[in-house]
């Protein structure tokens, strides 16, 4: 069969109508496994990179989330527009080699299905998709597995209108390319595998067989590297904590073991000086690493409201104890707890995580009017930027 390799955009151009209705094994392979390590999308913000015919987004935004999406393909564009009558989604005509049309940390999800092999500068992009990323989101790639192009595979359709294969032009990436690509662009990897066609996939879909049990897919999902915690986040659930600085605040105290900190905690014996933004996210870890969920919050709710009334800390919208910031953090705390797993010791766990020692990480969650309101104060309520993970 003569072969025609196309640029990339004219490839995929031509390649839309036929795009949804070839039988590729390669999407049906990759499918369940984008919604296994996206997971619930419900009130976030998505970002398609490279949406092509729309197949990721409409399916997130079926399921909740308000996406935007892009590509440079006017008519894969075209029919993935079709498709999105009374969703959320926004669609941009965009050239992912150039700056993305977002402001920075716009984003709780970002998406790139199947694109990166055909992106020369990888470092490029994914530093663009850390750019659109907020602090608290994860991104997710999916790419076909280098170990095809061993077989002379990369992406490609049968043009039937002339008889022969088109190949949008690719570029011969090994997997240490996108990993190193994503950690010069600031990411850590949490997931990363590879997948082969099984009998299941090759019985379903016939062009899957002649690949049985060989490498055709891997994922990645990545999130950002933690900063350093700037000066004003050591603030509290409670907003009754001392305004200065936690990293001067741990180095002027001894470091305790955990069952020494839950000591002190249960017994108030900590002053307010000593009690900052990190030693709450540490209690709440340790808490959770021993109770379920209900419980832990139920300790730290009445372990925080003790030292308050030990301190006669006034109760005001802005000091005292605080139901919904309290509870708002114990879901991240459990949320990181549990996708990425215990540590040794309760600091360990916060050194790698440091993400949760920013307070502004519920600017993604709570608009200011909300966070401070008498009901959020009072009781737990839901947030209304996007959704917290559940416990």
């Known amino acids: ?65 308000a996406v935007d999406a892009i590509d440079f393909s006017e008519a894969m564009l075209e029919k993935a527009r079709s498709k999105a009558d009374g969703l959320s989604i926004r669609f941009h005509t965009h050239d992912l080699s150039m700056r993305f049309p977002f402001p920075d940390a716009s984003f709780d999800r970002v998406i790139c299905s199947l694109v990166l092999e055909h992106i020369p500068d990888l470092q490029g992009i994914f530093r663009e998709m850390a ?164 419980e832990a919050v139920r300790k730290v709710r009445s372990g925080i409201q003790a030292l308050n009334a030990t301190h006669k800390v006034p109760d005001a919208i802005d000091r005292g104890y605080h139901e919904t910031m309290t509870q708002a953090w114990m879901r991240l705390v459990y949320f990181t707890l549990h996708e990425f797993g215990a540590k040794e010791t309760a600091d360990a766990f916060l050194d790698e995580h440091t993400q949760l020692l920013s307070k502004r990480a519920l600017r993604f969650f709570y608009s200011r009017e909300r966070i401070m309101s008498p009901e959020a104060k009072r009781g737990f309520v839901e947030p209304d930027l996007a959704a917290l993970p559940r416990p």
Not at 9 to 17: F, I, L, M, S, T
Not at 20 to 39: H, K, Q
Not at 40 to 53: E, F, Q, R, Y
């Open 131 to 294: 750019r659109v990323c907020s602090s608290w989101g994860n991104v997710v790639v999916s790419n076909m597995h280098p170990a095809m192009m061993l077989q002379g595979v990369q992406a490609r359709f049968h043009d039937e209108s002339t008889g022969h294969e088109i190949r949008p032009a690719s570029c011969p990436h090994q997997i240490s390319d996108y990993v190193m690509g994503a950690a010069k662009a600031g990411f850590v990897l949490d997931h990363l595998s590879e997948h082969a066609v099984d009998e299941a996939l090759a019985a379903r879909l016939p062009r899957a067989r002649r690949y049985l049990g060989w490498p055709m897919l891997f994922m990645m999902r990545l999130r950002l590297a933690a900063s350093p915690m700037p000066k004003e986040a050591a603030a509290s659930f409670s907003s009754s904590s001392s305004p200065r600085s936690q990293a001067n605040a741990s180095s002027e105290q001894p470091r305790m073991t955990d069952n020494e900190f839950l000591a002190a905690f249960e017994a108030c014996r900590f002053s307010l000086d000593q009690w900052h933004h990190r030693e709450h996210i540490r209690i709440a870890y340790l808490y959770l690493l021993r109770h379920p969920f209900d």
């Open 1 to 65: 069969m003569p072969v025609e390799v196309l640029p990339t955009r004219e490839g995929y151009d031509r390649w839309a109508a036929v795009y949804d209705s070839d039988g590729n094994p390669l999407i049906a392979l990759e499918e369940p496994w984008m919604d296994r390590l996206v997971g619930d999308v419900k009130k976030l913000k998505l970002l398609d990179v490279g949406c092509g015919t729309g197949r990721h987004a409409v399916r997130f935004a079926g399921a909740g989330a």
